[in-house]
């Protein structure tokens, strides 16, 4: 086995693409939710997303669960956006640091933002100027990298070819969803060299969904490739509007469990953590794909 990271950096995305894919909650339990996840120790979370209220109803309220919530000091903060209308909401409301998607798959785009991949490329370009200009830093995200629920498996080369296109026109950084949860080892292998063949310094996060039952054997393929930053979703919440049949997303705290267990530290308390998850559990009213929910004490590690 290659040589593991010593740590790794965890976005927790539950508080957007976990809850998109529920039925609307109170704005009241949404801000209870990304304040106790504030307080776990995760350094990165995905607060909000800036879209139409008509598409994503469940962030309609978005303004308001930001402006409501707290700001851990030490915490990043990002928003996800569709389009320039959106990002400009983004900043006024006072995010730097914001995503946009666009999906390897032309079918999917469609689906999701009505417009082919190379139209969203060439707006992508237009946004990436503008959150520059505006002092934020631009994350593209490259959705269906993994395999479409319409049209099958996607090329490796064709995503690499929308990396090196968005690279060109200045993207930050660059994460890879698995939108259907069709990634297993090999396709992250073959991705991941794909990507690095030709743009090998552009920062990378990966986001995998767990609907095959994949989600930690493809962080731990990542892991050996030398990846350390991925996505996660307390509790399993998650899936994709756009994307039939997809479940939730790896679970934050299954991957922390495995992490920790491994010697990798990712700076989370996975007590707090599996409290969130709870809390989530309870606010939904159903119980969440998680088995560390129900694993019992033995499960509780730290790092070491």
Known sequence: MSQMPAAVSIREVGPRDGLQNEEPVPTEAKVRLLDALSGTGVRRIEAVSFVHPKAIPQMADADEV?????????????????NTRGAQRALAAGFTEIEVVVSASDTHNRRNVNRSTAESLDDIAELIDLLHGAGARAEVI??????????????????????????????????????????????????????????????VLLHFHNTRGTALANLLTALELGITEFDAS??????????????????????????????????????????????????????????VLRAGPRTRLTAH
């Open 234 to 291: 307390v509790g399993g919440l998650g899936g994709c509007p756009y994307a039939p049949g997809a479940s939730g997303n790896l679970a934050t705290e299954e991957a922390v469990h495995m992490l920790h267990d491994m010697g990798i530290d990712t700076g989370i308390d996975l007590d707090a953590l599996i409290a969130v998850a709870e809390l989530a559990e309870e606010m939904l009213g159903k119980r969440l794909p998680s088995g």
């Open 66 to 82: 930001w402006r409501r919530a707290d700001r851990v000091e030490g915490v990043r903060y990002s928003a996800l956006v569709p």
């Open 142 to 203: 490259v959705a269906t990298s993994f395999g479409c629920p319409y049209e099958g498996d996607v090329d490796p080369g064709r995503v690499a070819g929308i990396v090196e296109r968005v690279v060109r026109d200045g993207a930050d950084r660059v994460a890879f969803g698995d939108t259907t949860g069709m990634g297993t080892p090999r396709r992250v292998r073959e991705l991941v060299t794909a990507v690095r063949d030709r743009e090998p310094d552009v920062p």
